[in-house]
């Protein structure tokens, strides 16, 4: 198998594990990662490829392009996620105890008149 075939296999798996739904994203997450790792493995030991590979290089172009994309979406929406459960745990220690930013001077009267 040349080395443009298993970086084109690689980067198939990949684009397979990125738009299959799933519930666990933290193993989406580690398996993409391990798939990354072994494509950038393989991206120094590609040559230049030739005639009979120039399909396989297009094909490896259009999957990047949509693996791309997916991961950004990926990324976008763990974004949010994050950014949700900070909201929830603000607004939980904000309902606890809804006086603590509450200034001491507040509600006590000062006499200004002699």
Sequence with gaps: MST??????????LDEIVHSPTEKRS??????ERLLEEREAIMYELPQPTEAEKPL??????????I????????NDLKRDMR????QKASKKQYTNPYQNVSS??????????
């Design 27 to 32: 193993h989406v997450v580690e398996e993409v």
């Design 57 to 66: 290089l297009e094909e490896v172009k259009k999957r990047d392009l949509k």
């Design 4 to 13: 443009w075939q298993q970086f084109l296999t690689i980067t198939t798996k």
């Design 105 to 114: 001077y507040d509600g006590m009267f000062l006499d200004s008149k002699k």
């Design 68 to 75: 791309n994309q997916k991961l950004e979406f990926l990324f």
């Design 84 to 87: 949700n459960n900070k909201k």
